[in-house]
């Protein structure tokens, strides 16, 4: 009995001893392996990633529009550890990778790698396939992924978010680069087998209206397929606040497939590219002369169709002379000479001073990344009279197109500069007084004869201010300027209490067109269909 008792102690000694040194085996000799074993477990299901946060338009009535959210896409892996055969493994994988069987191989030829990406987006065949195989250490698992369902809708505007910095991704151009540090939310950590969740990024709203961005893209779909021009941008704008409604490129791209495209394609034309705009700055010259009490919209000079200065000659766009004409008619018939009359009754510096006022040497402050300032270099580095002279019409001088709508915005809004936003949540922010409120008023009214005798953008029951610009481009290899043109038009309505302004670029359209064969019918069917959208009252009954 005494024995029997002995060996029984014996064995639970034993037992308890090797228990012991189990335990102390796996909590002390491997506990590293096995907390860095978990970690990675963590890692592998996501748990440790941020949901990065979505992006919306809204519309008139606050309903939201997702543009940039995330999405669960299936992925295939491997964990090289387990993979018994690397060669003929690399064979099934390459025919579903984008990696080569070469690179394949080295891969799933790792000691103590317990992660190898395979595919990242697989479509449903590729799933099947890799599935049908049953491959030792090659899984099929799900991850989120960032999911554009508009396309290449507002492209620009969005930009894209990448994976190839970390794994939660980062934000490239756009919305997704601009607010990356409100979207992507903070990693959550392991330390052991305890975790840290992470903190999931917020969602970001933006003022872009779905429906008038809709309308916006058809618009420059049709004029570049029309006029097989090289690109062009739509901006649409709330002219009181400065909230951006609408905004588009062409070319664009599909954030869903960026790498599809070039780089080229990822920058922003409407806050990253200046040209030279054409007649539109006839509108802030004649400001400019007005506030400054130097003309009046009924101050009259004769046109002999011509100017010389520094020897060299400045000719109405149409080659006419038009004999006496005021102020207004200048704008009405968009005459040259009619400009640079007014600004040299100004002098060079009361002008310079007036258009560094409308911003156009300066960054307007938008949310958006990577802007960049117009220039007025030619009048500081180049104060010849010709230089100020084609400054008056908008050529040798140069402006990006947000830079341009935010200075007609100014006239519209009784003489008061608003930032351009396009986040949601901000509110409307006055920059400066450019010019004084009578003075805005005397140029949209100089405005709004323009478009009575144009014809072409008037519509009907609405008081409707604009001016076209019609801008040949630089030769930058040879200097002096090419056949090709840039065509420009800016509009706001109602004219005298506007809820709306619009630009309409279009580059280098085929057969150099002017614009108020080109943009200006566009902008008229764009402009039309945001005021019955927004359900503004005709102010122009008689």
Same mark, same amino acid.
């Given at each position: 009995m005494g024995f029997r008792i002995t060996a029984i102690i014996a064995v639970f000694a034993v037992s308890y001893s090797s228990l012991a040194i189990n335990m102390w085996n796996l909590q002390v000799m491997k506990g590293d392996l096995y907390s860095a074993q978990a970690a990675s477990q963590h890692e592998l299901a996501g748990i440790l990633n941020p949901k990065r946060g979505s992006i919306y338009f809204t519309d008139k009535d606050g309903s939201r529009v997702p543009a940039a959210i995330n999405k669960e896409y299936p992925t295939i892996y491997a964990v090289p550890s387990e993979i018994e055969n690397p060669m003929v493994t690399a064979k099934v994988l390459s025919t579903v990778s984008d990696r080569s069987e070469e690179e394949l191989v080295e891969a799933l030829s790792k000691e103590n790698d317990p992660f190898e990406p395979i595919a990242k987006r697989p479509t449903d065949e590729q799933v099947?396939?890799? #599935?049908? !195989? $049953?491959?030792?250490?090659?899984?099929?698992?799900?991850?989120?992924?960032?999911?554009?369902?508009?396309?290449?809708?507002?492209?620009?505007?969005?930009?894209?978010?990448?994976?190839?910095?970390? %794994?939660? &991704?980062?934000?490239?151009?756009?919305?997704?680069?601009?607010?990356?540090d409100v979207l992507r939310g903070k990693p959550g950590s392991t330390d052991g087998d305890k975790l840290v969740r992470p903190e999931n990024g917020e969602d970001v709203y933006l003022t872009i209206d779905m429906n008038i961005q809709f309308q916006a893209e058809k618009a420059l779909n049709q004029l570049m397929s029309e006029y097989k021009a090289q690109g062009g941008t739509i901006i649409v704008q709330n002219p009181k606040t400065g909230a951006i409604l609408a905004m588009t490129n062409k070319p664009d791209f599909d954030p869903n497939?960026? &790498?599809?495209?070039?780089? +080229?394609?990822? *920058?922003?034309?409407?806050?990253?590219?200046?040209? +030279?705009?054409?007649?539109?700055? #006839?509108?802030?010259?004649?400001?400019?002369?007005?506030?400054?009490?130097?003309?009046?919209?009924?101050?009259?000079?004769?046109?002999? &169709?011509?100017?010389t200065l520094n020897t060299k000659t400045i000719r109405n766009f149409d080659l006419k002379s038009y004999g006496e004409v005021t102020m207004t008619n200048v704008i009405e018939k968009s005459i040259n000479t009619g400009a640079v009359f007014a600004q040299r009754l100004m002098g060079p510096d009361i002008f310079y001073n007036y258009l560094a006022k409308f911003g156009l040497n300066q960054g307007t402050g938008v949310d958006l990344p990577g802007e960049?300032?117009?220039?007025?270099?030619? *009048?500081?580095?180049?104060?010849?009279?010709? $230089?100020? %002279?084609?400054?008056?019409?908008?050529?040798?001088?140069s402006v990006t197109p947000i830079g *341009?709508?935010?200075?007609? &915005?100014?006239? %519209?809004?009784?003489?008061? @500069?608003?930032?351009?936003?396009? $986040?949601?949540?901000?509110?409307?922010? +006055?920059? /400066? /007084?450019?010019?004084s409120a009578d003075t805005?008023? !005397?140029?949209?009214? @100089? @405005?709004v004869s323009g478009v009575n005798k144009a014809v072409i953008p008037a519509i009907e029951g609405y008081n409707v201010a604009g001016k076209t610009g019609t801008a040949q481009v630089p030769n930058f290899t040879t200097g002096g300027y090419t056949e090709d043109v840039i065509n420009t038009y800016v509009g706001l309505a109602?004219?005298?209490?506007?809820?709306?302004?619009?630009?309409? #670029?279009?580059? !280098?359209? %085929?057969?150099?067109?002017?614009?108020?064969?080109?943009?200006?019918?566009?902008?008229?069917?764009?402009?039309?269909?945001?005021?019955?959208?927004y359900g503004i009252s005709p102010d122009d009954i008689n």
């Amino acid at each position: 009995m005494g024995f029997r008792i002995t060996a029984i102690i014996a064995v639970f000694a034993v037992s308890y001893s090797s228990l012991a040194i189990n335990m102390w085996n796996l909590q002390v000799m491997k506990g590293d392996l096995y907390s860095a074993q978990a970690a990675s477990q963590h890692e592998l299901a996501g748990i440790l990633n941020p949901k990065r946060g979505s992006i919306y338009f809204t519309d008139k009535d606050g309903s939201r529009v997702p543009a940039a959210i995330n999405k669960e896409y299936p992925t295939i892996y491997a964990v090289p550890s387990e993979i018994e055969n690397p060669m003929v493994t690399a064979k099934v994988l390459s025919t579903v990778s984008d990696r080569s069987e070469e690179e394949l191989v080295e891969a799933l030829s790792k000691e103590n790698d317990p992660f190898e990406p395979i595919a990242k987006r697989p479509t449903d065949e590729q799933v099947e396939f890799i #599935k049908s !195989q $049953n491959i030792k250490g090659v899984y099929v698992d799900h991850s989120w992924t960032r999911f554009y369902p508009l396309d290449e809708i507002g492209s620009h505007l969005i930009g894209f978010s990448s994976i190839a910095d970390d %794994a939660i &991704g980062s934000g490239k151009y756009g919305i997704e680069f601009y607010n990356d540090d409100v979207l992507r939310g903070k990693p959550g950590s392991t330390d052991g087998d305890k975790l840290v969740r992470p903190e999931n990024g917020e969602d970001v709203y933006l003022t872009i209206d779905m429906n008038i961005q809709f309308q916006a893209e058809k618009a420059l779909n049709q004029l570049m397929s029309e006029y097989k021009a090289q690109g062009g941008t739509i901006i649409v704008q709330n002219p009181k606040t400065g909230a951006i409604l609408a905004m588009t490129n062409k070319p664009d791209f599909d954030p869903n497939t960026y &790498g599809e495209f070039d780089l +080229e394609r990822f *920058l922003n034309p409407a806050v990253e590219s200046i040209y +030279e705009p054409g007649s539109i700055i #006839k509108v802030i010259t004649m400001s400019a002369g007005i506030d400054s009490k130097k003309v009046t919209p009924e101050t009259k000079f004769f046109d002999t &169709g011509s100017i010389t200065l520094n020897t060299k000659t400045i000719r109405n766009f149409d080659l006419k002379s038009y004999g006496e004409v005021t102020m207004t008619n200048v704008i009405e018939k968009s005459i040259n000479t009619g400009a640079v009359f007014a600004q040299r009754l100004m002098g060079p510096d009361i002008f310079y001073n007036y258009l560094a006022k409308f911003g156009l040497n300066q960054g307007t402050g938008v949310d958006l990344p990577g802007e960049i300032a117009g220039s007025l270099r030619p *009048l500081e580095y180049d104060p010849r009279d010709i $230089n100020f %002279a084609t400054a008056s019409f908008g050529q040798g001088i140069s402006v990006t197109p947000i830079g *341009l709508i935010t200075a007609i &915005g100014a006239i %519209a809004n009784d003489g008061i @500069m608003m930032r351009p936003y396009i $986040n949601a949540d901000d509110e409307p922010e +006055e920059i /400066r /007084r450019v010019i004084s409120a009578d003075t805005a008023e !005397q140029v949209q009214k @100089m @405005m709004v004869s323009g478009v009575n005798k144009a014809v072409i953008p008037a519509i009907e029951g609405y008081n409707v201010a604009g001016k076209t610009g019609t801008a040949q481009v630089p030769n930058f290899t040879t200097g002096g300027y090419t056949e090709d043109v840039i065509n420009t038009y800016v509009g706001l309505a109602p004219a005298y209490d506007p809820a709306v302004i619009v630009l309409v #670029k279009l580059n !280098q359209p %085929a057969g150099a067109p002017l614009a108020g064969l080109s943009v200006v019918p566009a902008f008229r069917e764009l402009m039309h269909f945001a005021l019955n959208y927004y359900g503004i009252s005709p102010d122009d009954i008689n």
